[in-house]
Every structure is written in structure tokens, then in C-alpha cells.
T-cell receptor, first 112, second 111 residues
Framework: NAGVTQTPKFQVLKTGQSMTLQCAQD?????MYWYRQDPGMGLRLIYY???????DKGEVPNGYNVSRLNKREFSLRLESAAPSQTSVYFC???????????FGSGTRLTVV | GIQVEQSPPDLILQEGANSTLRCNFS?????LQWFHQNPWGQLINLFY???GTKQNGRLSATTVATERYSLLYISSSQTTDSGVYFC?????????????FGKGTLLTVNP
């Protein structure tokens, strides 16, 4: 099925460990986004990629890095995980305008 | 940056009731979307509606851009309507479809 695929769905890390969250879309969308969702906070933008080859910071980029590997894939890396990064992470993509966002199913990350 | 406020924060309904969810935003927008997050966490786009009115089945939305608010109407609610409803906007100066989300309205529909 067409859509946005995120892996893994669940992950537990120890403080200081690193990991990469993967996101891939097969809808030929230009723009991709990483959001985090915390209780009572809505979704906050971490990083985005308006097009292949470009990335920019969002509202809460500290502690994260991203790579737009190609048009399909946009990964999010935590170099040294901290308990404050415990959250649910969502990847989204869009071709813009009336088509709206398509979200992945999320990655629930716990840092202990 | 642009601010988004949603009300009410929580809403409990009996099946069959109607409801109105409100989204206020602090600046002019060129992109406004409503999303439903179901109890399993999946986010589904309901409407792209920076202005005007749209309807999709029992759901409809109206955005009055000049007064900086949007309304989501749910008629004849069903238990499957339960979840969190988010409003998200991009300010008119934006160009990369970056959305700022409100904190959501948690809707519970009881049978």
C-alpha cells in the first residue's frame, strides 16, 4: 500500500546510546518532515526537507540530525540519547497544497 | 511564530450527538489542515481548508481566514470518532508546507 513507512515501531535506548529512525515514502512527494509528540504538547517539528538534497531545522532540533538520502527516504538520528527525547516520533510527507500531509504510523521511543 | 489554540481541550459525547471544535490562529495562513489521531495513534488528514467550507460525510469544516479561526463539525457522532483532533497551520509567509500544530481536542464518544 502506498504511504509513509517508519521503522522501528518501538525502541528502548539507554542514555547515551545512538540510533537512527528510518522513514520512506512511495508517493513521489517532494517534502518530508519529522515531528515529535509529547503528552499535552501537540506535535512539534524537529527537522524538515523541502526537497531532495535540502534539510532545515524546525522548532526543536537540538539533539537530532537528519539525512535526506534520496527523494524517498528521510532519516532522523539521535547521536547521544537523553531521557528528554522519550517521545513518539512521526514522519510525514506532502507534495504540497491541497493534498495535505500523509503521516507514518509513528515510532515510540523510550530513553532510560 | 504563529500560535494555534484549540478548544475545548476535552469533550465527552453520547453517540448520536453533534459537536463543534474550534481552532484559533494568531496570524494569516496559507495552509490549514485538520487531522484525526485515532486511539491507536494513527494520524489521518481530514481536511485541507485554508479558507471556505468543505464537507466529507458527517464531518465538515469552515475556515474564516479574515477572523483567524476554523471550525470542525461532527454530526451524529459515532464511537469510531473518538480520538484527538488537531488543527495545524502554516503562516502566509511560509513556503515549505511546515505546519504548526495546536495541542488538540480529545473527543470521547460513549455508546
Amino acid at each position: 500500500n502506498a504511504g509513509v513507512t517508519q521503522t522501528p515501531k518501538f525502541q528502548v535506548l539507554k542514555t547515551g546510546q545512538s540510533m537512527t529512525l528510518q522513514c520512506a515514502q512511495d508517493m513521489n512527494h517532494n517534502s518530508m518532515y519529522w515531528y515529535r509528540q509529547d503528552p499535552g504538547m501537540g506535535l512539534r517539528l524537529i527537522y524538515y526537507s523541502a526537497s531532495e538534497g535540502t534539510t532545515d531545522k524546525g522548532e526543536v532540533p537540538n539533539g537530532y540530525n537528519v539525512s535526506r538520502l534520496n527523494k524517498r527516504e528521510f532519516s532522523l538520528r539521535l547521536e547521544s540519547a537523553a531521557p528528554s527525547q522519550t517521545s513518539v516520533y512521526f514522519c510525514a510527507s506532502t507534495t504540497g497544497g491541497i493534498y495535505g500531509y500523509t503521516f507514518g504510523s509513528g515510532t515510540r521511543l523510550t530513553v532510560v | 511564530g504563529i500560535q494555534v489554540e484549540q478548544s475545548p481541550p476535552d469533550l465527552i459525547l453520547q453517540e448520536g450527538a453533534n459537536s463543534t471544535l474550534r481552532c484559533n490562529f494568531s496570524d494569516s495562513v496559507n495552509n490549514l489542515q485538520w487531522f484525526h489521531q485515532n486511539p491507536w495513534g494513527q494520524l489521518i488528514n481530514l481536511f485541507y481548508i485554508p479558507s471556505g467550507t468543505k464537507q466529507n460525510g458527517r464531518l465538515s469544516a469552515t475556515t474564516v481566514a479574515t477572523e483567524r479561526y476554523s471550525l470542525l463539525y461532527i454530526s451524529s457522532s459515532q464511537t469510531t470518532d473518538s480520538g484527538v483532533y488537531f488543527c495545524a497551520v502554516e503562516g502566509s509567509g511560509g513556503s515549505n508546507y511546515k505546519l504548526t500544530f495546536g495541542k488538540g481536542t480529545l473527543l470521547t464518544v460513549n455508546p
